[in-house]
């Protein structure tokens, strides 16, 4: 029996957007991001701490228990939203979603799993998954099977410590027993990096079935929730475009009154009620561990990538001259959203997973 997911936004998580977004208006301003980006340290000072340990939004996720908010996917997503809306570098997604989920998976009894769960909800240390951020739920076994060092870890370079994959199980490696070598990605607002963490024993934290699952589990959630950034992401893109071609005149009217452009924005505001859906369905299906997780985030991930795509690219070209310059923040989205179609597995993976669920035809 298929999950009816709840769309709407709660009290809780409209208090929760209105902390995140005066957090980042005041840290993470489109300015200060474009100031940072190629200083080859991105993250605007004071951002994580605040996000992570001042509002709380490093255990949203992490039961009360354990040290965590008690909250769920839902709230998680919120957080996920603002930042897309922002383009803001922070380790979110990687840290407090996909380490944290993978953790979580792992937490059933006291251990060093717990220990170190129980601290990444405190914000005193940021936990970063070891692998490729392109590797996708369905392809999580691979990352154990593979030795020497990792390309394309997102965040690595804010990292504390390192949960690495290895054929018998997986590792907690601290930072600064590895070497961290940063790489020019596309999006310079989501550092990519090769970790190698060489002859580091590490912790064992679990043997490779129980590993495999976690990790599995944790790039599914992280899938999902990727949902929501680009949501957050194409809602600026369409609000500054009509902003924009509001405050435009060309032939002494606003060029927003144009009929063409008009139906160019509300296409895409079409687009963004379904991605919105597809969007808070994920989340719901995560926060409730529905028996359809899988398929919601493989429609999630399929539909919102594009549509993030589809928004950051009318963005650009609707603001003319203006939006191809570097001074305007439009590329930082256009950038974030083309990077967000490869990670946790393209979407092409992800129609094929869908397709795969629901018995149909692979999409040619």
């Keep these: ?51 992570a340990a001042g509002i709380g939004a490093a255990g949203l996720l992490v039961p009360e ?37 993978t953790l979580l998976a792992l937490a059933a009894t006291d251990g060093p799993a717990t220990a170190l769960l129980a601290e990444s909800a405190a914000g005193e240390r940021t936990v970063v998954l070891a692998v490729p951020f392109t590797t996708a739920p369905r392809t999580a076994g691979t990352v154990f099977g593979t030795t020497g060092p990792v390309r394309a870890v997102a965040d690595a370079v804010a990292a504390d410590v390192f949960l690495v994959p290895r054929a018998d199980g997986l590792y907690a490696v601290p930072a600064a027993e590895a070497t961290v ?31 495999r699952a976690a990790v599995r589990h944790g790039l599914l959630s992280g899938a999902g929730l990727l949902a929501s950034e680009q949501l957050g992401l194409a809602e600026w893109c369409l609000e500054e475009t009509v902003r924009h071609t509001k405050e435009r005149f060309q032939f002494n009217r606003p060029v927003g009154s144009f009929q063409a452009l008009k139906h160019r924005m509300a296409h895409l505001w079409l687009d963004l009620v379904g991605a919105r859906a597809a969007a808070r ?25 594009g549509v993030a795509v589809r928004a950051a690219e009318e963005c650009v070209q609707l603001h003319g001259g203006i939006g191809m310059t570097w001074e305007h923040p439009a590329h ?10 490869l990670a946790l597995g393209s979407t092409g993976h992800h129609q094929d997973v869908l397709a795969d669920l629901m018995d149909l035809p692979a999409p040619a």
């Design 65 to 101: 228990k354990l040290g965590g908010q008690g909250a769920s996917h839902r709230e998680a997503a919120v957080v996920l939203e603002e930042l897309g809306r922002a383009v803001a570098p922070a380790p979110y997604l990687t840290g407090a979603v996909v380490a944290t989920e």
């Design 281 to 305: 369905a994920a989340a719901d299906a995560l926060a409730t561990g529905a028996a359809d997780a899988e398929l919601t985030v493989a429609v999630a991930q399929a539909y919102c990538s």
């Design 181 to 211: 070598t940063p790489l020019t990605p596309l999006d310079l607002t989501r550092p990519l990096a090769v970790v190698d963490t060489g002859t580091s024993a590490g912790t064992l934290l679990a043997g490779p079935e129980e590993a």
């Design 332 to 341: 930082l989205a256009l950038k974030r959203a083309k990077a967000d179609q």
């Design 1 to 51: 029996m298929s999950h009816e997911p709840d769309l709407l936004y709660s009290d809780t998580e409209d208090a929760l957007r209105d902390a995140v977004r005066s957090l980042l208006a005041d840290r993470a301003g489109h300015q200060a991001v474009l100031d940072r980006i190629e200083t080859g340290d991105p993250y605007p000072t004071g951002l994580w701490p605040a996000l």
